[in-house]
Structures are given as structure tokens and as C-alpha cells.
């Protein structure tokens, strides 16, 4: 439990072990991700977390993937705990099964930091998506951008969405009337405004940057997912720390141009988390039979999690490239949200490269999340139900998505998603 008066617990021996010139073994991931959560309790002092913050950037140790993983884990623990088996039972009832997706929760979110200032494309892409999945956008305002997610949302006009009143007691009855539901982080990781003003005095990116995708207080009952960093070097490392984490099914992606989104300008690196049948399995074959068990703790898994690696590029959505200077308007964040209801009410040309660009995204998550896997299509009304089964790099049916995503938009349904949203969220008080 956070505390302003707690009192103060000293790391400095594991601090020395950072010393490349000791002869002490250096901190292990648990070891680290434990003086870490201190920072949550307000028990380590100003100094000592602005050094473990530098030493960990200094190392590259931030950037390893037991790091990343045990870190997350800390922070989700010390975070504002949501009723998880109130939230499964609601999720079990609401969630749309199709394809290969269990109806579960899903999200899409940045790690931020690429410098591009484009469009806020996930927060966009994660409404669209909301017209099939059940969505918990996990977001904050702006720290290097003109327009960060919460910041958008917050500019909607006439009627914002109140996003400060959603919080772990009453996110349950979000998702009785809407699939979309915006989970602001420092309502939900109250512990964090502790290290707010030291980050920011030391003025360069920490761990914490990297922490905030895996920190979605709902984890556990996420089933997909599509995570974007501003640095290809990390993609390999941070798919591994969501599968660390338990992620089964997700995708990290960094445009060629270090953007963490899929770029719509060329090529991005993607690198997808995916279950494949587990060979040693000795269990029924029937993938439907989800409640087989077994007392043998070391008997194979159905299924393992591989990370595979692969490049798309715009033509793979069956649509055209276009400049990041066509989607960077680095507009303030009432401008961008203009834009954003404009797109969701279908006011927007159907070839505008901002659409396009959301349009990549969310058809991304929706391959990700498994409904592009099902044959047969009948997602309401103004879908003709022809569904484009071209399979692209790594397996994906990505101009499926596209489809699906462009139906989202023309059927009305992502801005009825996000008007329900708008209507529940401002039916709760802020506390």
C-alpha cells in the first residue's frame, strides 16, 4: 500500500552490484524488480531510485527480457486490483467468439518515445477494433508527444468521455454495456506519482517507458494483443517479456523508421507470439476439450508459444504506402480529436492516409486477437460477408483485417462502441 510517510528502505548493496568493477554477482531480474517496487510504496528515497533508474539505462539491464517481465509483474501487483473473476464472468458472457478469438479482453498500445508526433493511431485503432473485441485500452497523457491517449480522449467534444471515473471497483460495469473501456494509468497505478518528478528531472527514457504496455491492470484475463516500440532492437526482447509474462497470443511491431507503430509509409518488423501444437503432448487431441487436466506437473503443454519474425509493408493490407509527413500532423490534442470523430462517424475519404494508416493497425489486433481466422463472416449489417482468406507474411490474413476494420468504420458500429462508452463513463462520479 502506497504511502506518503512510509518509511525509507536503503538498496545501496545492490546498487554496488551494478559496479562493473565488483567482484559481487550482478542483480538478478527478481533482485532488481524487487527494489523496483519499493518505488510504489514511496520507500526508496529520491536519490536511490534516480540511481537504480540510471544504472538500469546506463547497463542496458532495462532492456533485458527477465527485466522487463519481473518489473511489469511488480507493477501490476502494486497496482489498484481489479475483481478478476467478476471480470472473466462478464467477459465469458459478453465476449463475441469467432475464429480463433475466445471472446476475451484485448489491447493495443505503444511504448511511445519514436519521435514521429503521428496521429494517435492505437487509440483510434483499439475504437475500430471495439466493433468485434472486447477492448481495455491501457493509457496516459502525453510525455513526449503533443497528443497522448488520455489527452485525446479527454478533447472530445461536445461530450468527452470521463475517463478519471473508471477505476477497478466499477470497470466491471463498463463491460455490461460496451466493449471498449479506457483505463487512465494513473488512476489505476496510484503508486507511480512517486517517481513522476524524478523521471522527469532526469530526462531520459527509464524503464518505466517500456513497463506501462505490460502494466494493464486487467492482465490475466487479456487475450490478445499488439504492442509497438520505437526501437527495433527491442522488439525481439520485449516479445520474450510477454511471453515471460504468460502472453499467448500478441505481436510487437517498430516501423523500419523506428516508429512504434505499423508503418504505413514501408516496411515494419513484426515479431508475433504464437501458439503451435506441442509435439509431445500426450493428452486428446481435441482442442476443444479445454478442461483436460492432469496431475503431472512436467507433462507437455498442449500447445508452446514461439516468437516468429517477419516484415509487412502496407501492400500486405492491400492498400498504398504514404509519407509519415501525411500523418503527423502534430496537431494539439483538441485538433486531433476533430479528426478522430470525424473518422469514426465515416466522414473521412475512403483513401485519406490517416484512415489507412488506422485501418493497418486495427486490422492488425483483429488478426492477432484470431477472428480473421474464421471462414464464414456475418458481422452485421453492410458486411457482405466475403471474406478474403489471402494468407500474408506470417501467416496472417492482414487484408481480411483491413476489411473487417473498414466495416467497423462504414457500418456505424466503432462510433456506436465508443458513444456507449462515452454515455456510461460520465454515469459514474469521479472520486
Same mark, same amino acid.
Given at each position: 500500500?502506497?504511502?506518503?510517510?512510509?518509511?525509507?528502505?536503503?538498496?545501496?548493496?545492490?546498487? $554496488?552490484?551494478?559496479?562493473?568493477?565488483?567482484?559481487?554477482?550482478?542483480?538478478?531480474?527478481?533482485?532488481?524488480?524487487?527494489?523496483?517496487?519499493?518505488?510504489?510504496?514511496?520507500?526508496?528515497?529520491?536519490?536511490?531510485?534516480?540511481?537504480?533508474?540510471?544504472?538500469?539505462?546506463?547497463?542496458?539491464?532495462?532492456?533485458?527480457?527477465?527485466?522487463?517481465?519481473?518489473?511489469?509483474?511488480?507493477?501490476?501487483?502494486?497496482?489498484?486490483?481489479?475483481?478478476?473473476?467478476?471480470?472473466?464472468?462478464? #467477459?465469458?458472457?459478453?465476449?463475441?467468439? &469467432?475464429?480463433?478469438?475466445?471472446?476475451?479482453?484485448?489491447?493495443?498500445?505503444?511504448?511511445?518515445?519514436?519521435?514521429?508526433?503521428?496521429?494517435?493511431?492505437?487509440?483510434?485503432?483499439?475504437?475500430?477494433?471495439?466493433?468485434?473485441?472486447?477492448?481495455?485500452?491501457?493509457?496516459?497523457?502525453?510525455?513526449?508527444?503533443?497528443?497522448?491517449?488520455?489527452?485525446?480522449?479527454?478533447?472530445?467534444?461536445?461530450?468527452?468521455?470521463?475517463?478519471?471515473?473508471?477505476?477497478?471497483?466499477?470497470?466491471?460495469?463498463?463491460?455490461?454495456?460496451?466493449?471498449?473501456?479506457?483505463?487512465?494509468?494513473?488512476?489505476?497505478?496510484?503508486?507511480?506519482?512517486?517517481?513522476?518528478?524524478?523521471?522527469?528531472?532526469?530526462?531520459?527514457?527509464?524503464?518505466?517507458?517500456? %513497463?506501462? /504496455?505490460?502494466?494493464?491492470?486487467?492482465?490475466?484475463?487479456?487475450?490478445?494483443?499488439?504492442?509497438?516500440?520505437?526501437?527495433?532492437?527491442?522488439?525481439?526482447?520485449?516479445?520474450?517479456?510477454?511471453?515471460?509474462?504468460?502472453?499467448? $497470443?500478441?505481436?510487437? #511491431?517498430?516501423?523500419?523508421?523506428? %516508429?512504434?507503430?505499423?508503418?504505413?509509409?514501408?516496411?515494419?518488423?513484426?515479431?508475433?507470439?504464437?501458439?503451435?501444437?506441442?509435439?509431445?503432448?500426450?493428452?486428446?487431441?481435441?482442442?476443444?476439450?479445454?478442461?483436460?487436466?492432469?496431475?503431472?506437473?512436467?507433462?507437455? /503443454?498442449?500447445?508452446?508459444?514461439?516468437?516468429?519474425?517477419?516484415?509487412?509493408?502496407?501492400?500486405?493490407?492491400?492498400?498504398?504506402?504514404?509519407?509519415?509527413?501525411?500523418?503527423?500532423?502534430?496537431?494539439?490534442?483538441?485538433?486531433?480529436?476533430?479528426?478522430?470523430?470525424?473518422?469514426?462517424?465515416?466522414?473521412?475519404?475512403?483513401?485519406? /492516409?490517416?484512415?489507412?494508416?488506422?485501418?493497418?493497425?486495427?486490422?492488425?489486433?483483429?488478426?492477432?486477437?484470431?477472428?480473421?481466422?474464421?471462414?464464414?463472416?456475418?458481422?452485421?449489417?453492410?458486411?457482405?460477408?466475403?471474406?478474403?482468406?489471402?494468407?500474408?507474411?506470417?501467416?496472417?490474413?492482414?487484408?481480411?483485417?483491413?476489411?473487417?476494420?473498414?466495416?467497423?468504420? &462504414?457500418?456505424?458500429?466503432?462510433?456506436?462502441?465508443?458513444?456507449?462508452?462515452?454515455?456510461?463513463?460520465?454515469?459514474?462520479?469521479?472520486?
Amino acid at each position: 500500500m502506497a504511502s506518503d510517510n512510509a518509511p525509507h528502505i536503503s538498496i545501496a548493496p545492490l546498487l $554496488k552490484q551494478f559496479d562493473t568493477r565488483s567482484s559481487h554477482a550482478k542483480p538478478t531480474a527478481d533482485e532488481i524488480a524487487l527494489a523496483l517496487s519499493h518505488i510504489f510504496t514511496n520507500q526508496l528515497s529520491p536519490v536511490q531510485t534516480a540511481a537504480l533508474l540510471t544504472l538500469l539505462h546506463a547497463t542496458g539491464r532495462d532492456r533485458e527480457a527477465d527485466v522487463i517481465a519481473k518489473c511489469a509483474e511488480r507493477m501490476r501487483e502494486a497496482a489498484a486490483q481489479v475483481d478478476k473473476k467478476a471480470l472473466k464472468e462478464i #467477459v465469458r458472457e459478453r465476449g463475441l467468439r &469467432e475464429g480463433s478469438y475466445r471472446g476475451g479482453l484485448c489491447d493495443i498500445v505503444g511504448t511511445g518515445g519514436d519521435g514521429h508526433s503521428t496521429f494517435n493511431i492505437s487509440t483510434t485503432a483499439s475504437i475500430l477494433a471495439s466493433s468485434l473485441l472486447l477492448l481495455s485500452k491501457h493509457g496516459n497523457r502525453a510525455s513526449s508527444s503533443t497528443s497522448g491517449s488520455a489527452d485525446l480522449l479527454a478533447s472530445v467534444s461536445p461530450k468527452p468521455p470521463n475517463i478519471e471515473a473508471i477505476n477497478h471497483h466499477n470497470l466491471t460495469h463498463i463491460y455490461e454495456r460496451t466493449n471498449y473501456a479506457f483505463l487512465f494509468a494513473p488512476k489505476f497505478h496510484p503508486g507511480m506519482r512517486y517517481v513522476a518528478p524524478i523521471r522527469k528531472e532526469l530526462g531520459f527514457r527509464t524503464i518505466f517507458n517500456l %513497463l506501462g /504496455p505490460l502494466a494493464n491492470p486487467v492482465e490475466g484475463v487479456i487475450e490478445a494483443r499488439v504492442v509497438g516500440v520505437a526501437n527495433g532492437d527491442l522488439g525481439q526482447d520485449f516479445a520474450e517479456a510477454l511471453k515471460l509474462s504468460g502472453a499467448k $497470443k500478441a505481436m510487437v #511491431v517498430c516501423g523500419a523508421e523506428d %516508429l512504434d507503430e505499423i508503418s504505413c509509409a514501408g516496411k515494419t518488423n513484426c515479431w508475433r507470439l504464437i501458439e503451435r501444437p506441442n509435439p509431445q503432448f500426450r493428452g486428446p487431441k481435441d482442442e476443444a476439450d479445454e478442461d483436460y487436466t492432469t496431475s503431472d506437473d512436467d507433462a507437455p /503443454p498442449r500447445t508452446l508459444v514461439k516468437v516468429e519474425n517477419f516484415q509487412l509493408g502496407p501492400a500486405d493490407f492491400g492498400l498504398p504506402p504514404h509519407a509519415l509527413s501525411e500523418v503527423s500532423p502534430g496537431k494539439l490534442p483538441h485538433e486531433n480529436a476533430e479528426i478522430l470523430i470525424r473518422l469514426l462517424q465515416n466522414r473521412i475519404p475512403r483513401e485519406d /492516409p490517416i484512415l489507412h494508416f488506422v485501418l493497418m493497425n486495427t486490422a492488425a489486433l483483429f488478426v492477432i486477437a484470431g477472428v480473421c481466422d474464421a471462414d464464414k463472416s456475418d458481422m452485421g449489417h453492410g458486411d457482405n460477408g466475403e471474406v478474403i482468406k489471402e494468407v500474408g507474411p506470417g501467416g496472417g490474413r492482414w487484408k481480411e483485417g483491413v476489411r473487417r476494420a473498414r466495416w467497423a468504420v &462504414e457500418s456505424g458500429e466503432a462510433w456506436r462502441s465508443f458513444s456507449d462508452f462515452i454515455q456510461i463513463s460520465n454515469s459514474f462520479d469521479t472520486q
